[in-house]
């Protein structure tokens, strides 16, 4: 397993750490894209600690040819690209369509969605040639229900129709393409929304159907598992690591009440 690298935008902080160092202990090496230096660098000195070769690059994902020209450097510096996680973001708060802020929704959509789509084009074109590789970018369960977050809702949504397109377009080259839709994780963004009374975690855990929200490496288990070879006939799909939400928010909410309170 030498010489095996995958690539992790927003690899600096959150649920791309967590992917990053979980690849490298499946033995990938590991290149990390980011705009966060510091995080970036100390990212790199931990992910080295575990004895695998790494790199962090500085490139802003919502520019194309910046991704272009880190893809051409991870394959000069780290060798050949076998997996891809696209898992540079933003995260928003809700507001209304009608008075949403058209810059930062412009914003929204130039690093979560165009940002998935550079990636997957600099770094997929390293793919194609050797017939090889695994992608998987970062969907959510807002990818399946409607909230009111008028610029990444949509934008999931997009991401996971994105992902089922790719996987049919790069099959034939034997590249498979899947997405994790996580529920909320305890990241660092979400627990500095909680702290600043953003987000009320009594309605998050009130429509799961288990009493527990993923952590960063349930989520980094689930994005290793698809780049692995245990997956090789799944392409095309979103898992959801969201504690029974989807199931939940429906059951859990239906007027009649839910049985065992009845």
Not at 82 to 95: H, K, M, R, W, Y
Not at 154 to 162: D, F
Request: glycine fraction near 8%; aromatic fraction near 6%; hydrophobic fraction near 45%.
């Amino acid at each position: 397993m030498t010489n095996r690298v995958a690539v992790v935008t927003g690899g600096a902080s959150g649920l791309g750490e967590a992917a990053a160092k979980r690849l490298a202990a499946d033995g990938f090496d590991i290149a990390l894209i980011d705009v966060d230096d510091t995080g970036g660098d100390r990212v790199q000195s931990e992910i080295a600690n575990q004895g695998r070769s790494t790199k962090y690059y500085h490139a802003d994902v919502s520019d194309a040819a910046a991704l272009d020209d880190t893809a051409a450097a991870v394959a000069r510096d780290l060798g050949t690209v076998e997996a891809l996680v696209t898992s540079a973001g933003l995260t928003p708060n809700s507001e209304a369509i009608l008075e949403m802020d058209m810059t930062a929704h412009e914003l929204m959509w130039k690093v979560n969605y165009f940002g998935t789509i550079h990636a997957c084009q600099s770094f997929g074109r390293l793919m194609v040639p050797q017939k090889r590789g695994a992608i998987v970018t970062l969907g959510s369960i807002h990818s399946r229900l409607p909230m009111p977050l008028p610029a990444y809702n949509p934008g999931k949504a997009a991401i996971e129709r994105l992902t089922q397109l790719l996987a049919v377009e790069l099959g034939r080259f034997n590249v498979r393409v899947n997405s994790v839709g996580p529920t909320h994780v305890m990241t660092p963004p979400l627990k500095a929304a909680i702290e600043a009374g953003e987000r009320d975690m009594t309605k998050i855990m009130a429509v799961h159907a288990l009493d527990y929200l993923p952590s960063t490496e349930d989520v980094a288990d689930a994005i290793a598992f698809l780049c692995s070879e245990e997956a090789k006939a799944i392409t095309g799909v979103l898992l959801p690591i969201d504690s029974g939400a989807l199931a939940g928010i429906s059951y859990k909410t239906y007027a009649g009440g839910v049985p065992w309170k009845q």
